[in-house]
């Protein structure tokens, strides 16, 4: 009887250290995962979303996607807040998880007005600079070099985007999608930006 107590008694300490590395292992894929953290911050209550419309102005180099978390592609749009007559350049970006789609390619088009529900976070505005140029720096953070990476949407190469400027940041995800409207942008859209010629040869 002393054995099967022993052997009882071993496999409750096995069975119990067991389920506690598993509940530690869900803690810990909680705490880091990309994706958790993102469907978090999109279900907190002091993050309101507003609807706003867009027009892409284009979008940054792409990065290569994550099989696993939450993915983000940034572009530069045209926006304007609803009930607002006055326009913006502005900061988006598209946050998606491994199973969602990317903005299709026919979004990229200036002269298509997307609605959105979109949340503000200042915390992510950033100089239009960052979304234009694709750096390399080495360990020490010394620039080796600075190219010119960003894609314009078609009938948007004449949008002047001065690099020094910060944009405000809206983030959007695939569930804040409303629709698009095919709208020309000669007679509706004011002048974003004063001109000035783009830098080259960074």
Not at 45 to 62: E, I, T
Not at 84 to 100: C, G, M, P, Q, S
Not at 118 to 145: N, V
Request: aromatic content about 10%; some cysteine; overall charge positive.
């Amino acid at each position: 009887m002393s054995k099967l107590r022993w052997i009882m008694k071993l496999r409750s300490v096995l069975v119990a250290q067991a389920l506690w590395l598993i509940a530690a292992g869900v803690v810990a894929l909680l705490a880091v995962c990309p994706a958790y953290v993102y469907a978090a911050k999109l279900l907190h209550p002091s993050l309101k979303k507003q609807a706003v419309s867009v027009r892409l102005v284009g979008r940054a180099a792409l990065v290569p996607l994550s099989s696993f978390g939450a993915n983000q592609e940034y572009y530069v749009g045209v926006l304007q807040a609803k009930g607002k007559k006055e326009t913006a350049l502005v900061k988006l970006i598209y946050r998606f998880l491994n199973y969602d789609r990317d903005l299709p390619a026919t979004f990229m088009n200036y002269e298509l007005v997307h609605r959105f529900h979109a949340i503000r976070q200042p915390e992510c505005d950033a100089p239009a600079d960052t979304l234009l140029y694709s750096r390399r720096t080495t360990a020490l953070g010394e620039l080796l070099d600075s190219n010119f990476t960003f894609e314009f949407a078609q009938n948007a190469t004449s949008i002047t985007i001065p690099p020094a400027s910060v944009l405000p940041c809206y983030v959007i995800t695939p569930s804040d999608y409303q629709d698009s409207t095919l709208r020309p942008s000669g007679s509706s859209v004011p002048v974003v930006a004063e001109k000035q010629g783009r830098e080259s040869g960074r």
